[in-house]
């Protein structure tokens, strides 16, 4: 039987704590954890007062400058101070202090260390203080500070990005918050900018999203609505995963309306865009597993039904009368489209007029070398290939210099994404609150002013794979990203035009269990096609197995610890599709006679009906065997078989091998045996017996008839009248022999004649 299993629309466990923490380590969440610090809130507070969602027995204080933190001359300093406690106890009020920097930082690796918590990066000196309530457990305090436009501590800042600073004492020591303030310089020449923007679900064990899943995403709160209308109006490049479209295809005319309107859209976007792996899938790991290429979708005739792609057609129209009125037999007729006729893999899983061919994103830091160079030569008709990478996986990108969008890794075609911008925004991008999305946004920005005054080429950057983002956060991290100072949106056709430079990466580890699950997946995979030869269609097996894999192998999947269990679960499911056609268990069976049929019984548990041959040999020449039988099994049933066999000239043992195969001779399930007593002589025997007994009943039957005859003549003899007679005999003697004569004679054992 078919096994799968269902999963929930949500955010595996675990998720967000590592993405979380890789935002630390890139220096985007300027948050500081304490264990349990006396502390305090500030106000303006957010009514109601939200729950705080830090890790249990921790708090966080976080510096957010408001507008991304760009200040021009001018422009007055607004901040966001935030206190989230996730103790059991109060945190006592206290009084923040705001520090500025007057000497912008050097690089953006001395902004790195700085929004890290490196505070010997910068000087910075108090510029206000806020006082902050107290916060109470499990729960969040925020505040609002502004610097006016005309105070001092704003007067005379030159273009550049300066240190800022927030912090309060405790009684573990000072705790503090970092950010900066970014003041652009608008007489330099804008530097074009792609932001590349995925389009997914998330990850999943199902080859296609079913339509509840679909009716639920694409709902107005769903998450690929706020994915679509976040991208609306604006000049993001589109990461389509075809999985989304091609699940709204298959269903034809039984498509939830809002999935239908949503590919609709989707399809109108006049956005640059290209095609994901089918699920995301992991690209790294197919190659390092030893495949040529990545695995693509094969057939998706599994999901479709041919009802739900009916073409209407009118009848011919009734030639007019004067009197003649509108009739049944000019309305148009539903004719249900053969199963040929079908939506092509290609048509379902198009993502648009827009799209580029042959690109490839692998995930994040996990492609050497070996991998571009593979995925370099993967050309799609006259599309040269590109692939989307990491700056921090070059060898210029790790030292801390800006890397230009197009690149060149030997002869391969990279389009290169600047990391630590594209940190920030998957952070900012999954920050709800708002005081809160401001922190990462404006290291974003502060990122974005040193790669534009570095780039020699256009620049990518990206929000990452992130999930269940609202429309209103993913849409401003993107304009964070599109409007920020010194940058022009540009399309995925001009950043793969611009002249690319020649790049080197760094060394990177590969994963071997990932690479030994897509090495044991595809092995899985190989099993099953063989298997499948018993359909008239193999592609109802073989096209659900490729999708489901390709979706287990998906990028989301990466890091995630309920992987390994998915992984096993969906290994079992292919097994059990596997064991879902057999025969049954067989009994020793006696054979009496030279010819009757012998039954066995075949299981199927597949929804199809499955073409069998049985293979039956003999262990001996006791018995003729036909060997070879074949069998139509019903879905979801038992099938008898029966096969004719004919037993030679003796008796004893034999013992039959049987095997079930595909027509393409693959062996389905495990051989039985069984063992036939053979009676070949019984039917001769008994009958030659029963005529030795009948014989011998007719013999004997005869003798004694013979035998009382001979006696009753010789006793008729012995009473007539012979020569030497007395002519005179009395009357008496005469009566006398007739009575004798008349009384029944008594054979030898004195039975009655």
């Known amino acids: 039987m078919i096994v799968t299993r269902p999963r929930a629309l949500r955010r595996p466990p675990g998720r967000a704590p590592r993405l979380a923490t890789a935002a630390v380590a890139a220096a985007a ?24 969602s830090v890790a249990p027995g921790t ?142 679900a998330s990850p999943r064990q199902e080859g296609l999203l079913t339509s509840d899943e679909l009716a639920e995403l694409t709902a107005p709160d769903g998450a690929l609505t706020s994915q679509l209308g976040a991208v609306t109006g604006t000049d993001a490049i589109l990461a389509v995963d075809p999985a989304i479209p091609a699940a709204i295809r298959v269903l034809g005319t039984s ?28 690209v790294t790991a197919q190659l390092q597993s030893g495949l040529a290429r990545p695995l693509t979708p094969t057939s998706f005739t599994y999901a479709m039904s041919a009802d739900d792609f009916s073409a209407v057609t009118p009848s011919p129209e009734p030639t007019p009368t004067p009197s003649s009125t509108p ?3 000019s309305t148009p007729t539903a004719t249900p489209t053969p199963e040929d006729a079908l939506p092509s893999t290609q048509e379902l899983l198009d993502i648009g007029p827009t799209a580029r061919a042959a690109m490839y994103w692998p995930a994040d830091g996990t492609a050497d070398t070996g991998v571009v160079e593979t995925l370099g030569g993967l050309d799609t008709d006259d599309t040269a290939s590109l692939s989307v990478i990491p700056s921090a996986t070059t060898r210029t990108g790790a030292a801390g210099a800006t890397v230009a969008a197009h690149g060149l890794v030997g002869d391969a075609e990279v389009l290169v994404y600047d990391s630590d911008v594209s940190q920030s ?4 991008s999954e920050r709800e609150e708002t005081w809160l999305r401001g922190a990462p946004l404006t290291a974003a920005t502060a ?43 540009r399309t995925l056709a001009t950043l793969a035009s611009a002249d690319p430079g020649s790049l080197e990466l760094t060394e990177i580890d590969a994963s071997p269990e990932r690479a030994a699950a897509a090495s044991a997946l595809v092995g899985d995979e190989g099993e099953l096609g063989r298997f499948a030869t018993i359909l008239d269609q193999p592609a109802l097996l073989t096209g659900r197995e490729r999708a489901a894999m390709l979706q287990v192998l998906g990028v989301g999947w990466v890091g995630d610890p309920e992987w390994p269990t998915v992984l096993a679960d969906h ?50 020449l006791r018995l003729d065997v036909q060997g070879e039988t074949p069998v139509v099994a019903t879905p979801q049933s038992n099938t008898r078989v029966d096969v004719p066999v004919q037993a030679r000239v003796g008796r004893g043992e034999v013992t039959l091998t049987l095997q079930l195969r595909s027509p393409a001779f693959v062996a389905i ?17 008994g009958i030659t017996a029963l005529a030795v007994v009948v014989g011998g009943l007719v013999v004997v039957g005869v003798v004694r008839t013979v035998l009382r005859m001979r006696r009753r003549r010789s006793r008729v003899d012995a009473a007539a009248p012979g020569d030497g007679a007395a002519e005179g005999e009395a009357p008496e003697a005469q009566a006398s022999e007739e009575r004798e004569a008349s009384t029944p004679e008594a054979d030898d054992d004195g039975a009655e004649k």
């Open 59 to 200: 708090t966080a204080f976080t510096l957010s400058p408001v507008s991304n933190g760009i200040v021009r001359p001018g422009d007055a300093l607004t901040v966001w101070l935030s206190l989230q406690n996730g103790t059991d106890a109060e945190l006592a009020a206290t009084e923040v202090t705001l520090s500025l920097g007057r000497t912008p930082l050097a690089s953006r690796t001395a902004l790195r260390d700085w929004l890290g918590g490196d505070l010997s990066e910068a000087a910075v000196a108090p510029i206000a203080t806020k006082p902050l309530d107290a916060v109470a457990p499990g729960t969040d305090e925020e505040g609002a500070l502004t610097l006016a436009a005309d105070d001092p501590a704003l007067a005379g800042l030159a273009p550049g990005v300066y240190p800022l600073a927030a912090s309060y004492p405790s009684d573990a020591g000072p705790v503090t918050s970092t950010s900066v303030v970014v003041v652009p310089d608008d007489s330099r020449t804008p530097v074009a900018v792609g932001v590349v923007v995925p389009i997914t």
């Open 327 to 329: 009739t049944a037999s």
């Open 669 to 685: 399930g495990e051989p039985e045996t069984v063992d036939i007593n053979v009676w070949a002589d019984w039917e001769g025997v």
């Open 255 to 282: 498509a939830p309306q809002p999935a239908l309107e949503w590919l609709s859209q989707l399809e109108a976007l006049p956005n640059s865009r290209f095609a994901l792996q089918f699920g995301d899938a992991d």
């Open 425 to 428: 925004l998957l952070e900012g």
């Open 571 to 620: 290994r079992e499911a292919t097994r059990t599709t596997l064991d879902s056609v057999g025969l049954l268990p067989t009994t020793p069976t006696n054979l009496f006679g030279s010819r009757a049929p012998l039954q066995f019984w075949v299981r199927n548990d597949l929804p199809y009906p499955v073409n069998l041959v049985l293979y039956t040999t003999p262990d001996n």
């Open 29 to 52: 969440a300027l948050a500081v954890l304490l264990p349990a610090p006396a502390f305090a809130a500030t106000e303006p507070t957010p009514t109601p007062t939200p729950t705080s």
């Open 447 to 489: 990122y974005l002013a040193f790669a534009t005054a570095e780039s020699s080429g256009p620049l990518l950057v990206t929000v990452g794979r992130g999930e269940d983002r609202s429309r209103l956060a993913l849409g401003t991290a993107i304009t964070a990203a599109a409007a920020a100072p010194g940058v022009e949106p």
